[in-house]
């Protein structure tokens, strides 16, 4: 094998790699952009003008469904592997990984499956291509692409859109600068209405990757000959033309078999009046080896672009090998090390959440400083202070006896009335601050990538936390009822020891005796109260936070997981690595990643050898 040849096997093998790790096209990664740095070749023509005839006689063998009507319904992604001489040939597609073909006319049946899988046996076809790797000796390295060919009216059976459709799907393959075209044109059939010329010159109008082809030489009208074609008089490329002749239908049926055909398409040339002074520059055999040349020029070209595309995805595989970690330790020691550091990098990722590294700590903030005041400004204090219900409420204190001077009684009940209703806010804020943690920990967890791998672990720190979160709240509800409790077991006596004189200041001596039992005296007490109240407010607005933060916040950044910690150092080894049980999909990645990483490292050092080779 030659330097080139083992290069473009080279960017085969990336292609394949990339193609089973699912990196080819519409993605955005490098791998992806990888496989889009590398050439490939399309064939495009009309239906019928013989592409899959022709792509068969650039492979040596007959595998593709081919006839007349619309045989290939999907693309088919071919990419051929040149293996030591001797070497079995074989064949195996991506959708059946574990198979491995060597009679082709088996292939040829799977691809018709295959595609009647995903359009039905109908006439529909499907731009989901089947990709296919044909391993043998006596292939050159490429990777073809099969497409269905172009149509003009959809036939019985089909959508009215297949014209349009058929035309989009070629057209998106086409279209890539890396893409060599392969222009299929029957030469029974005036050049000037060829559908592949149509469409290649519209996607690459100078010709510079546009190979034409001609089919159909043999038939032909007798007294004609395609010279004006092949010689380029018609229609100029930058590449000569390649005259073709394929099996027959009837030498199909009759299965006339590649080396027969081969030797048929050079005799043809070899002894035809109008072709003989080109012989040399015709058939199958010239064209594969036409293409695989010109692809060794176009890789030389690309080489920097494709090393540094490389070196770019190494870059990127080894930071997601970072990321995805290594294998896990096997010993209970460094197992229970494993787990407290993974641990500590979740609960490290939960104080910046709190601490405002990360974004949410501020949303407890919010919990004191909008949700508490606006939930203690709507208690009901105007209903409960109205004078109906001080009237009432005082009376009643009263008893049998009104009282005589400022309602002692009247005045505690009402009090104590008011703050019961302090209970609520106070309950909902532990709430609220509850909820932000959790929120924050669920977060956090999902933040935190070393966990990924262990959804295990994940599982019981979120327990493990919301148990914990759970208990602070708890405590932290215990606390501030305790705040409200606190403030009617004792009133605040200085406020009380003002009123009286406030009362009597500057006021008619009399007047608090003789109003006692009106409406002003009433209306009087129920402003008292509600100074008191506000007051009393006022101080649960600073206490409330101060509580909450104390019990739950600095709990939280302290002791969250001290209670897992504990348990953890208890348990047996076989119940830590029960814990670092990994996402059968996250050490399936590993792995994928692992080979994608190897491929990539050997294709580089192969890149670097092969272009200081000459
Ligand atoms: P596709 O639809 O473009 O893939 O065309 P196929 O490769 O399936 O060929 C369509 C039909 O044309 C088949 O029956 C082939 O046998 C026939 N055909 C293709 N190329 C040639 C050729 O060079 N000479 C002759 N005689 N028949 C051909
Ligand atoms: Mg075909």
Request: with cysteine; glycine share 6%; proline share 4%.
């Amino acid at each position: 094998m030659t330097t080139m040849e083992s290069l473009i096997g080279l960017v085969n093998r990336i292609q394949r790699a990339c193609t089973v790790l699912g990196d080819y096209g519409g993605g955005d990664n490098a791998f992806s952009s990888l496989w889009e740095a590398l050439p490939s070749v399309a064939v495009v023509g009309g239906q019928s003008s013989g592409k899959s005839s022709v792509l068969e006689s650039i492979v040596g063998r007959d595998f593709l469904p081919r006839g007349s009507g619309i045989v290939t319904r999907r693309p088919l992604v071919l990419q051929l592997h040149k293996t030591e001489d001797g070497s079995q040939e074989y064949a195996e597609f991506l959708h059946l990984p574990k198979r491995r073909f060597t009679d082709f006319s088996l292939v040829r049946k799977e691809i018709q499956d295959e595609t009647d899988r995903m359009t039905g046996k109908t006439k529909q076809i499907s731009p989901v291509p089947i990709h296919l790797s044909i391993y043998s000796p006596n292939v050159v390295n490429l990777t073809l692409i099969d497409l269905p060919g172009l149509t003009k009216v959809a036939v019985e059976g089909q959508p009215e859109s297949v014209v349009q459709d058929i035309e989009t799907m070629v057209r998106s393959y086409v279209e890539k600068p890396n893409c060599i075209i392969l222009a299929i044109s029957p030469a029974n059939q005036d050049i000037a209405t060829s559908d592949a010329i149509k469409l290649s010159r519209e996607v690459d109008p100078l010709g510079e990757r546009t190979f034409g082809v001609l089919t159909k030489l043999d038939l032909m009208d007798k007294g004609t000959n395609a010279l004006d074609v092949l010689e380029g008089r018609s229609y100029r490329l930058q590449y000569p033309w390649v005259g073709i002749v394929n099996r027959s239908q009837a030498d199909i049926n009759k299965n006339v078999d590649m080396i027969v055909a081969r030797r048929k398409e050079r005799e043809y040339f070899a002894t035809s009046p109008d072709y003989g002074h080109l012989a040399n520059k015709m058939g199958s055999e010239y064209l594969a080896k036409l293409l695989s040349k010109h692809l060794e020029s176009v890789i030389r070209a690309r080489i920097p672009s494709i090393t540094s595309l490389i070196n770019k995805s190494i870059e990127e595989l080894e930071s997601e090998m970072d990321h995805l970690g290594r294998p896990v330790a096997v010993d209970a020691g460094a197992q229970l090390y494993t787990i407290l550091e993974l641990c500590r990098a979740f609960d490290r990722i939960f104080k910046e959440h709190l601490d405002g590294g990360r974004p949410g700590g501020d949303r407890i903030y919010g919990v004191f400083d909008n949700q508490l005041p606006a939930a203690l400004r709507k208690l009901p204090f105007d209903r409960h202070l109205s004078l109906q219900n001080v009237r009432r409420v005082v009376s009643e204190a009263d008893g049998y006896q009104p009282h005589l001077i400022a309602p002692e009684q009247g005045y505690r009940r009402l009090i104590e009335g008011a703050l019961n209703y302090f209970r609520g806010p106070a309950e909902a804020s532990v709430d609220a601050v509850h909820f932000v943690l959790k929120e924050l920990v669920r977060k956090s967890i999902g933040e935190t990538q070393e966990l990924k791998r262990f959804p295990t672990l994940q599982g019981e720190i979120a327990a493990a936390s919301s148990e914990a979160l759970e208990r602070f709240r708890e405590d932290s509800k215990k606390t501030v009822i305790r705040l409200v409790d606190m403030e009617s077991s004792y009133l605040t006596v200085e406020f009380f020891r003002r009123l009286p004189q406030e009362v009597e200041k500057g006021g008619n001596p009399t007047s608090s005796t003789v109003d006692r039992y009106t409406e002003g005296h009433f209306r009087r007490i129920g402003s008292n109260v509600s100074s008191y109240i506000n007051m009393v407010s006022e101080t649960l607005k600073n206490t409330i936070p101060k509580a909450v933060v104390y019990c739950q916040v600095r709990e939280a950044k302290q002791s969250l997981l001290n209670h897992f910690y504990t348990q953890i150092g208890k348990k047996e080894a076989k119940q830590l690595s029960q814990l670092l049980d990994e996402d059968p999909a996250l050490m399936e990645r590993r792995q994928q990643c692992a080979k994608r990483l190897e491929l990539y490292k050997s294709a580089r050092d192969e890149i670097d050898s092969v272009s200081w080779a000459r």
